[in-house]
């Protein structure tokens, strides 16, 4: 390797070396480890998951950063240049929270059946590229609609950088299709609205009890008679911002209430970074999916194309799109973002 090539190398070593932040992450994967060595971890299998995901995750890169500097000392170039050809790719995903896992949300915009029949096949898309992705994905509360389709949906997905992904995905998606609900097969238009929490933990967003205000009923969802038996479903409201969870989908009590609890600080959160957005004026950079902005068109009919319009990449294959391949759609705005 030339030495023009190796003097930009080492600046971009350097850049990876202050990203990356070597000492916090060691700091960060002993608080880890002390964690996982506690006899109470798995009382909250959700959050048992997270912290073993988390410990991983931080192990694999404090290992390979360790190596990456044995390799600039030795001044071993060629094995160099390919972790940092990696790493500046994994360094896409820098955001606070973006290793973090999902609550990922489905709401039918207005236009009855159409729009519920919109969401179901959002939800199938996302569906098939967590499968794809290898990922894992756990229903959480789910409303069907009268006819068809769903009203609401929401799941957590459990991934690598499952949120530095699915960010991207907030905002409001928009159908332009002939409708199967028509007998003219009239062209319809029909919009949902996708809402990306990251899974945060207690001392990540803190929440006072008696702020919450719980309500437990009988639940409709799977689960046949015995689950209508005991009143295991949760609705929760917080009373400061009125916002309101719900879960049913576990058979016991305390697996929904945990649920209900993980989904609200995700809204918390998301309250939180929408008025911090506000109050910079950044929507008009789009730094991040703003939320109630149409960010995608899928166009079925009279042409095929599916755009984003915040990156402008686009595809004429709409099918392999609602079929889950939508990892160009990711990249582009991660590579424009981040």
Do not use: C
Request: proline letters at 2%.
């Amino acid at each position: 390797m030339d030495q023009a090539s190796v003097e930009i190398l080492s600046r971009k070593y350097e850049e990876i070396k202050t990203k990356i932040d070597l000492d916090s992450k060691k700091k960060e994967l002993t608080v880890l480890n002390t964690a996982i060595a506690s006899p109470t971890l798995w009382q909250d299998p959700n959050h048992a998951r997270s912290v073993l995901q988390k410990q991983s995750r931080l192990q694999k890169n404090v290992e390979d950063f360790e190596l990456m500097e044995l390799m600039f000392l030795e001044q071993d170039w060629a094995s160099l240049q390919k972790m940092v050809s990696e790493y500046e790719e994994t360094l896409l995903f820098s955001g606070k929270f973006d290793s973090h896992n999902v609550i990922f949300t489905i709401h039918a915009g207005q236009g009855g059946t159409e729009a519920m029949d919109w969401a179901s096949m959002l939800f199938r898309m996302y569906s098939r590229f967590v499968e794809k992705q290898g990922w894992k994905m756990e229903m959480v509360d789910e409303i069907p609609g009268e006819e068809a389709g769903l009203k609401t949906v929401t799941f957590n997905i459990y991934g690598e950088n499952a949120m530095g992904n699915l960010k991207s995905e907030a905002g409001v998606h928009r159908l332009v299709r002939q409708s199967p609900f028509n007998a003219s097969a009239l062209r319809q238009t029909s919009f949902a609205l996708v809402e990306v929490f990251p899974i945060l933990e207690d001392e990540e967003v803190k929440i006072k009890e008696e702020d919450l205000e719980w309500q437990f009923y009988r639940s409709g969802g799977k689960g046949g008679q015995n689950v209508n038996k005991v009143s295991s479903a949760v609705r929760l409201t917080h009373k400061p911002t009125g916002i309101v969870v719900t879960s049913q989908q576990e058979r016991q009590q305390l697996q929904n209430r945990n649920a209900a609890l993980l989904i609200l600080r995700g809204k918390l959160w998301q309250l939180a970074e929408q008025k911090l957005s506000e109050s910079q004026e950044s929507f008009k950079k789009n730094k991040m999916a703003s939320w109630g902005l149409q960010i995608r068109s899928y166009v079925l009919h009279p042409y095929k194309l599916v755009k984003d319009l915040r990156t402008d990449y686009e595809t004429l294959h709409p099918e392999q799109v609602l079929d889950g391949d939508i990892a160009d759609f990711i990249k582009a705005y991660l590579l424009k973002f981040s």
